[in-house]
Structures are given as structure tokens and as C-alpha cells.
């Protein structure tokens, strides 16, 4: 309940998906990976913030998730590239395929954080909001 439990600053607030209002709740509700899906807050544990702001708020985070996987996309492409030298299309396909389900969970999770914490007008870090319940 102590070094855990304060406000973070932005980038590990994103970073352990935390609230983007209070920087303290848990977005979600599972590990990143497991053999659940995973499972998102409705709200916030700690401030109440309800995390879809509206029905469908998340079919925009598919959009973001998609930019996602073309940018690794692309960064495994010169990467193979440059490693292998291969012209081979099929070590492209199949690494980027592999790799691509390795980070879906990533994907799915931090498109979620990032439309919350820096796409979703009018939501902002309250560290007012941030104390101790009971403070
Ligand atoms: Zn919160």
C-alpha cells in the first residue's frame, strides 16, 4: 500500500496501464498475457472513471491497434532486411506472422491506453483524484 499505490508520472502510468484520470486504478483486470483474454475495467477500482465513454468508444482503438501492427510491420520487415538479407518472401510472411500474434495482446492492450491517455479529449491527469480513498 505504499510505494505501489502513489500517483505515477505519465510514461509508467502508460506504461502499467493505469487510469489516465487518476493514474492509480488498473485498466485492466488480467495480465497482459495469459491464457484468458483479457479483461478490461468497466471502471476504475480507484476513481470511478468509466473507461468507454461511450457505446462503440473502442472501435477507434482497433484503428490505432491496425497503425500499430503496420508500423512493427514494417520495423520486422527492414529488420529481417537487414539481418538476413533475404529475399525470400515466405521468411517475411512467416516471421511477421508469428511475431504479429506474439504482440496482438500488446497491440490490444496499449491502443486502449493510448486513445484514453492522449486521444480522448477533455480526459486529463486530476491529481486531486489520485489520494487515498479514505485521505
Ligand atoms: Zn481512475
Not at 44 to 70: D, K, N, Q, T, W
Not at 75 to 84: K, Q
Amino acid at each position: 500500500m505504499e510505494e505501489q499505490e502513489r500517483a505515477l508520472t505519465m510514461w509508467p502510468a502508460i506504461i502499467h496501464a493505469k487510469c489516465p484520470r487518476c493514474r492509480r486504478g488498473n485498466m485492466f483486470d488480467t495480465p497482459m498475457y495469459s491464457f484468458k483474454s483479457q479483461v478490461m475495467n468497466k471502471a476504475c477500482p480507484h476513481c470511478g472513471l468509466v473507461y468507454e465513454r461511450e457505446p462503440g468508444y473502442f472501435y477507434v482503438s482497433m484503428l490505432i491497434s491496425y497503425a500499430m501492427f503496420v508500423a512493427e510491420m514494417i520495423t520486422l520487415a527492414v529488420a529481417i532486411h537487414v539481418l538476413t538479407g533475404s529475399n525470400n518472401p515466405w521468411v517475411y510472411v512467416i516471421v511477421i506472422i508469428v511475431i504479429g500474434v506474439i504482440l496482438a495482446p500488446f497491440n490490444f492492450r496499449y491502443s486502449r491506453v493510448m486513445l484514453l491517455h492522449w486521444l480522448t479529449p477533455g480526459l486529463h491527469y486530476h491529481p486531486e483524484l489520485s489520494g487515498d480513498k479514505d485521505a
